[in-house]
């Protein structure tokens, strides 16, 4: 495979060090015991119903400069840079579309996993994650104002810390309105991981790996993703990795919709300081665009001056 020599490439068949360390061999006894401290904390202070999106949430526009809209959302460790381009027409399109498409792609930056270093070539889990955040997105989308074409959104994982599909939603959709696409609603994801009789609200990538494990007896585990328009009420996409019944299901979906409610403000205050950063630029750039004007009517005086008297 041809290698990329803008960038250090490591050898293809290289091991971890993290293989040869004692955490590697831990079972899940073992790691379900290091997920909480004795206060009933996990590691990073939170407790199990406390999101990232409370009080380790940053997020802000303008973030590409090439790109129509662009957004950068940071959840502790977890960052991830969305950038949305303007409408093109659909490639390889030899029938009318009534609807417009999106087009999302999902990459891994190859140092942005703990666990392993990503490759150059998409992967099944970039691809998968690609999929969820257009179908995600499409209902957000107003799709209809503008037939044959479609939105290019690249999502860019810098730093991967648990609840990453749901990260690449918010930053999607805090792109999506930085571009002034048409939406019916402010789009918002949250996450959750649920291991036996607990719910970690808003996941690690340590909890959602053993939650995502096998415990061997049949009790709920596993992850949900759940992205939602607040405002209409609607879920727009529901993803569930793991085993769980139907009670814990409901629980689960109860939860997630009251996170996505709580982090609409904080995507409505960014996209209202983009709005008054840009209404304070244009004001910036007439007055500018004024001064200019003046001087040019000056300097249009003195040559008609100049031409009259000679």
């Given at each position: 495979?041809?290698?990329?020599?803008?960038?250090?490439?490591?050898?293809?068949?290289?091991?971890?060090?993290?293989?040869?360390?004692?955490?590697?061999?831990?079972?899940?006894?073992?790691?379900?015991?290091?997920?909480?401290?004795?206060?009933?904390?996990?590691?990073?202070?939170?407790?199990?119903?406390?999101?990232r999106s409370m009080c380790m949430f940053?997020?802000?526009?303008?973030?590409?400069?090439?790109?129509?809209?662009?957004?950068?959302?940071?959840?502790?460790?977890?960052?991830?840079?969305?950038?949305?381009?303007?409408?093109?027409?659909?490639?390889?399109?030899?029938?009318?579309?009534?609807?417009?498409?999106?087009?999302?792609?999902?990459?891994?930056?190859?140092?942005?996993?703990?666990?392993?270093?990503?490759?150059?070539?998409?992967?099944?889990?970039?691809?998968?994650?690609?999929?969820?955040?257009?179908?995600?997105?499409?209902?957000?989308?107003?799709?209809?104002?503008?037939?044959?074409?479609?939105?290019?959104?690249?999502?860019?994982?810098?730093?991967?810390?648990?609840?990453?599909?749901?990260?690449?939603?918010?930053?999607?959709?805090?792109?999506?309105?930085?571009?002034?696409?048409?939406?019916?609603?402010?789009?918002?994801?949250?996450?959750?991981?649920?291991?036996?009789?607990?719910?970690?609200?808003?996941?690690?990538?340590?909890?959602?790996?053993?939650?995502?494990?096998?415990?061997?007896?049949?009790?709920?585990?596993?992850?949900?993703?759940?992205?939602?328009?607040?405002?209409?009420?609607?879920?727009?996409?529901?993803?569930?990795?793991?085993?769980?019944?139907?009670?814990?299901?409901?629980?689960?979906?109860?939860?997630?919709?009251?996170?996505?409610?709580?982090?609409?403000?904080?995507?409505?205050?960014?996209?209202?300081?983009?709005?008054?950063?840009?209404?304070?630029?244009?004001?910036?750039?007439?007055?500018?665009?004024?001064?200019?004007?003046?001087?040019?009517?000056?300097?249009?005086?003195?040559?008609?001056?100049?031409?009259?008297?000679?």
């Amino acid at each position: 495979m041809p290698l990329d020599y803008r960038r250090f490439n490591g050898p293809e068949d290289s091991v971890s060090y993290k293989r040869f360390t004692k955490d590697y061999f831990k079972t899940y006894d073992e790691l379900h015991k290091d997920l909480l401290n004795d206060k009933g904390l996990r590691k990073d202070g939170r407790a199990l119903s406390d999101a990232r999106s409370m009080c380790m949430f940053f997020a802000r526009t303008d973030m590409v400069s090439q790109a129509k809209g662009s957004a950068y959302v940071e959840l502790k460790k977890t960052k991830v840079v969305c950038s949305v381009f303007d409408p093109r027409e659909i490639p390889h399109q030899n029938e009318f579309s009534q609807l417009g498409q999106l087009y999302c792609e999902v990459k891994f930056a190859p140092f942005s996993c703990p666990r392993e270093r990503r490759p150059h070539a998409p992967d099944t889990e970039e691809k998968a994650l690609s999929v969820a955040l257009r179908q995600a997105l499409e209902p957000a989308v107003c799709r209809h104002l503008f037939p044959n074409y479609q939105i290019d959104v690249f999502v860019y994982i810098l730093e991967h810390d648990g609840a990453c599909l749901a990260a690449a939603i918010n930053a999607a959709g805090l792109a999506l309105g930085d571009a002034a696409v048409p939406m019916y609603d402010i789009i918002t994801a949250c996450s959750l991981a649920v291991i036996g009789d607990k719910t970690f609200i808003d996941p690690t990538e340590a909890e959602e790996h053993v939650a995502i494990m096998s415990p061997g007896n049949n009790i709920n585990h596993g992850t949900v993703t759940m992205s939602m328009l607040s405002g209409l009420k609607q879920i727009s996409d529901f993803r569930l990795t793991g085993s769980m019944d139907v009670e814990c299901t409901t629980n689960a979906m109860e939860i997630l919709e009251k996170e996505c409610d709580r982090i609409v403000p904080n995507i409505q205050k960014v996209l209202v300081v983009n709005v008054v950063n840009r209404l304070k630029q244009q004001a910036v750039l007439k007055e500018e665009a004024k001064k200019r004007e003046e001087s040019l009517n000056v300097k249009m005086e003195e040559w008609k001056s100049l031409l009259n008297a000679g």
